[in-house]
């Protein structure tokens, strides 16, 4: 099996900065591309940003020039580091990576989130 477990969380306030991790662990031979959604209250889980195996990025139109992933290949984590934050950013956040397993199965892979509170 293939885990993910987000970090890092919490409650803000506007203007301020976190930075949520990801690490990923089980029969993880290879990971492709991972990515950062999130979800705010009452709306549908969103894509903020994703990252390569080579480290190409790509951000939603609301978070650019403030939000930057990373990832750390040798220890297949991604890292989402949020500055600028606004109180619309507050959602819970969900991990997402491409799996290849040991096994050379793919695999979807999900994190159970981790909730970001921003106040105005």
């Known amino acids: 099996q293939v885990q993910l477990v987000e970090s890092g969380g919490g409650l803000v306030q506007a203007g301020g900065s976190l930075r949520l991790s990801c690490a990923a662990s089980?029969?993880?031979?290879?990971?492709?591309?991972m990515a950062w959604y999130r979800q705010p209250p009452g709306k549908q889980r969103e894509l903020v940003a994703t990252?390569?195996?080579?480290?190409?990025?790509n951000y939603a139109d609301s978070v650019k020039g403030r939000f930057t992933i990373s990832r750390d290949n040798a220890k297949n984590t991604v890292y989402l580091q949020m500055n600028s934050l606004k109180p619309e950013d507050t959602a819970v956040y969900y991990c997402?990576?491409?799996?290849?397993?040991?096994?050379?199965?793919?695999?979807?892979?999900w994190g159970k989130g981790t909730l970001v509170t921003v106040s105005s």
């Open positions: 089980g029969i993880i031979r290879k990971i492709n591309a």
């Open positions: 997402n990576a491409d799996v290849v397993t040991i096994d050379y199965y793919g695999k979807d892979c």
């Open positions: 990252i390569t195996s080579g480290g190409r990025t």
